[in-house]
């Protein structure tokens, strides 16, 4: 049997699909049209109905593998890898995307060694190479310096892991037809020596950086933890959450689950504002994709400001808090409309 | 207690230089360094063995100038390193590199533990200490904020395998996991975890002494058609470089006088662009 088909990892959270899920429905249609195959996707829960996994048929899967079980409600990557493993040798796909989310970047590298598949972090583009019909993958290296692409020429399955917010999701159309093929998970795929025994959200609640449409970041400029309270007041107005350089993250002014960049998080809002963040190369590397980005800095060479859509040279501390004033406004506005 | 860190010898690319004509990294004088998320591994590989004993061994892939990042795991504490250099190494992906690594792994044996950085600041994939694990068939826990608890039974002769197992955070998206693991397990760590010591004068003299031999697939049992480019799946067709700028709009507000047009300015590009 010969390699055929394109699949996405759904990934699901208390039951619901969660938006990345779209995202790779995007990524996955465009690929297996091109190669005229089937576009697949696997879910592995233990709480998704049949009801929820139907809307990746209206956004464009062709079939749905569903796999619940109450073993499987907790990611532990022992079992999921048992899982997929089992299906990729039972219908070989040629072509599996996950998202690159914690999720993914610990289940995928797992399944890759399993299946002897090429495998490719983080991309940031997909396409299917001409002559040959392999897997074209773009992703960025040495700290976004550069734009690998990849492939792979003999092994199959291709995988690659997809950056969150790359991609628009795939719209849900009434309509479409599409098979839901639930499976039993076999015992025997239970690994068992794994356990979670625990979880807690952050103390501080807007801490999921890396979902958020709007990022309000603060750096070095700032001067002192203290002033991060109108960085907060900003992101308030705009409902975004914080984000910080690795600068202010060392100095304890903010926790590290803030940081943008290499060592931290990459992120894609549509609404980056980096304010007193001087740009190293690290933290562009993990924001400079986003939609649109705003820099506020009072040093014109500062290298944020080449990344910048629109750049306020200036005193932030003076700048700053007009901002918040003229955006408290536009707010009363909204209500008033509303 | 036996620890491994693999560790991955990287350029220090704080200031990293391209060339613009050929789009590669500019190399000439650019220090190499131990990957800076290695440190929080070696770390947290020490930490654990001055509270339980033992021994750390640094495991690098690598020209043999990579041998100064054994040394330098040394210098800050490990006890021994393993250089693996050799022709047939060249050109590895993640998959070989995973694959190498972990016959090394298994060579040395008896270990109770395997901590590894995230990744890498060049490649950024986060895929071979997973890989490692998957290899090994060993429990895996990536993410890892902080190691809450290690249990070893002091009985070494009773074999129940919950006798030995460790408790640890993962930081995800939403919040922290925390998870119970028999040992010996694979973990990669995230700089939340701790704070890497600097090498000390002591330590720097123990790493000047000691001789790393350089090992290779003669030394140790492995495929040869799982090494280097031959063995990795993956191949790379093709090296762009992104465009930098955007070439947005600079607006001038270092006079007081500037500043209210220049808000007003970026309230309206934040209307215009529905960010509002």
Not at chain 1, 110 to 134: K, Q
Request: glycine fraction near 8%; charged fraction near 30%; include cysteine.
């Amino acid at each position: 049997m010969s390699y055929s088909g394109v699949w996405t990892l759904a990934e699901a959270k208390d039951g619901k699909l969660k938006r990345v899920a779209f995202e790779l429905l995007t990524r996955g249609r465009k690929l297996a049209d091109k190669l005229d195959e089937e576009l697949a996707s696997l879910i592995i829960s233990n709480d998704v109905s049949e009801e929820e996994a139907e809307r990746l048929i209206a956004a464009g899967a062709d079939k749905v593998y569903l796999v619940n079980d109450k073993k499987l409600g907790n990611f532990i990557v022992e079992n999921y890898s048992n899982v997929m493993v089992d299906l990729i040798e039972k219908h070989k796909p040629e072509i599996i995307l996950g998202a690159a989310t914690t999720l993914g970047r610990t289940l995928l590298p797992h399944v890759a060694i399993r299946v002897e598949a090429g495998l490719t972090a983080d991309c940031t583009e997909l396409d299917i190479e001409e002559e040959t019909g392999n897997l074209l993958q773009t992703r960025p290296a040495i700290g976004g310096n550069i734009l690998a692409t990849i492939h792979t020429p003999k092994h199959r399955p291709q995988m690659a892991t997809v950056r969150p917010k790359s991609t628009a999701p795939a719209e849900e159309v009434g309509g479409r037809e599409g098979e839901i093929i639930n499976i039993d998970f076999d015992s025997e795929l239970y690994d068992g020596r794994v356990e979670r025994v625990g979880f807690r959200t952050s103390e501080e609640e807007d801490v999921n950086i890396v979902d958020a449409d709007v990022v309000v970041a603060g750096g070095k400029g700032l001067k002192k933890a203290e002033n991060f309270a109108m960085i907060k007041e900003m992101a308030q107005y705009l409902d975004g959450v914080v984000g910080a350089s690795r600068d202010a993250v060392e100095m304890d002014w903010i926790t590290y689950p803030h940081q943008v960049g290499l060592s931290g998080k990459t992120v894609t809002p549509k609404l980056y504002i980096a304010i007193g963040v001087s740009g190293a190369i690290q933290h562009l590397a993990g924001m400079k994709t986003s939609d649109n980005i705003v820099a506020i800095n009072e040093d014109p060479d500062a290298d944020i400001f080449k990344v910048a859509d629109i750049g306020l040279i200036g005193n932030l501390f003076e700048l700053v808090p007009m901002i918040n004033e003229r955006l408290a406004q536009e707010k009363e506005v909204e209500k008033v409309e509303v | 207690m036996k620890i491994i860190t693999p560790i991955k010898q990287v350029p220090e690319t704080s200031n990293v230089k391209m060339d613009e004509e050929t789009g590669t990294m500019v190399r000439d004088g650019v220090e190499s360094i131990i990957n800076p998320l290695d440190l929080y591994a070696i770390e947290a590989a020490i930490e654990l063995k001055e509270e339980h004993g033992g021994e750390v061994i640094a495991v690098t892939m690598g020209p043999p100038s990579a041998e100064k990042a054994i040394k330098e795991a040394i210098a800050m504490g490990c006890d021994d390193g393993i250089l693996l250099s050799g022709r047939e190494f060249a050109g590895a992906d993640t998959w070989a590199t995973a694959y190498t690594l972990s016959r090394c792994i298994d060579d040395i044996g008896d270990y109770d533990l395997i901590f590894c950085g995230l990744q890498a600041t060049d490649g950024d994939t986060a895929q071979v200490g997973p890989g490692i694990a998957s290899f090994l068939d060993l429990p895996l826990a990536t993410y890892v904020s902080s190691i809450e608890d290690v249990h070893i039974a002091d009985d070494t002769t009773y074999t129940e395998p919950d006798e030995n197992y460790i408790e640890l955070e993962r930081l995800l998206e939403e919040g922290y996991e925390k998870l119970r693991m028999p040992l010996p397990a694979l973990i990669t760590v995230v700089k939340e975890i701790n704070f890497p010591r600097l090498p000390t004068l002591s330590g720097k003299r123990k790493a000047r002494d000691k001789d790393v031999t350089p090992k290779n697939s003669e030394h140790i049992e492995m495929k040869e058609e799982y090494l280097g480019l031959q063995g990795s799946p993956t191949r790379v067709v093709n090296i762009d470089r992104p465009k930098v700028t955007r070439g947005g709009k600079m607006i001038d507000a270092r006079d007081e006088s500037k500043q209210e047009e220049a808000v007003e300015e970026l309230i309206n590009y934040l209307n215009a662009n529905e960010l509002l």
